[in-house]
């Protein structure tokens, strides 16, 4: 079912996942949609789509801390250098995702970054739309678009996994690449690159 903006008790429209007030809120208010620096950020909010696939995004920034503090802080060097027993430890630790294959694609895809010709920043920016969407209703938002298609596929071809275009279309809406804040939402246009 579609629906547009929703404004709250506060009197904000927002898009209405961020409606409620909470972390959801908090994080459609304060970080979601906004550019994002540096192989590091990029790279944790990469982790962090592929470990929500299959999941709610609010289970992710519930175990968010958890998720820095097992995975270093998401550094590559330290995470391209994990072995069997590191493995161990993030498949017993309850504060984050225990999927092995996600874990296992986390280490994968700090290896790829770290044997990047560039940075994944540039690498990831380089699809950013000429042309971008001005959704009114959640039924308006896509799901994926040729520019994410053409990073996943970018990226799989560099090494990386779990970078399907679904994810990598959220990825690019987290961090600013597209603006898929409902037109009404307070949020719209506020700071992302897409303006």
């Not at 027993?85 to 296992?104: E, F, P, S, T």
């Amino acid at each position: 079912m579609s629906s547009g903006p929703v404004t709250g008790e506060d009197g904000i429209a927002r898009c209405p996942w961020g409606a409620t007030p909470g972390v959801m809120q908090d994080y459609h208010d304060t970080e979601w949609g906004m550019p994002v620096s540096g192989d590091t950020a990029i790279f944790e909010r990469l982790t962090l789509e592929a470990f929500q696939s299959g999941l709610s995004w609010s289970t992710i920034l519930n175990k968010r801390d958890n998720f820095r503090a097992a995975f270093d802080g998401f550094d590559p060097e330290i995470v391209a250098a994990y072995g069997a027993d590191k493995v161990a430890a993030l498949m017993a630790d309850a504060g984050i995702v225990r999927n092995r294959l996600k874990v296992d694609a986390t280490i994968v895809n700090a290896r790829a970054l770290l044997a990047l010709d560039g940075s994944l920043e540039e690498l990831v920016r380089a699809f950013a739309p000429a042309v971008q969407p001005a959704p009114r209703t959640t039924g308006e938002l896509p799901g994926r678009s040729p520019e994410s298609l053409a990073l996943s596929k970018a990226l799989k071809k560099q090494g990386f996994t779990f970078v399907g275009p679904t994810t990598m279309y959220a990825l690019m809406e987290a961090i600013g690449i597209v603006d898929t804040h409902l037109v009404g939402c307070h949020r719209r246009g506020a700071g992302t690159m897409a303006g």
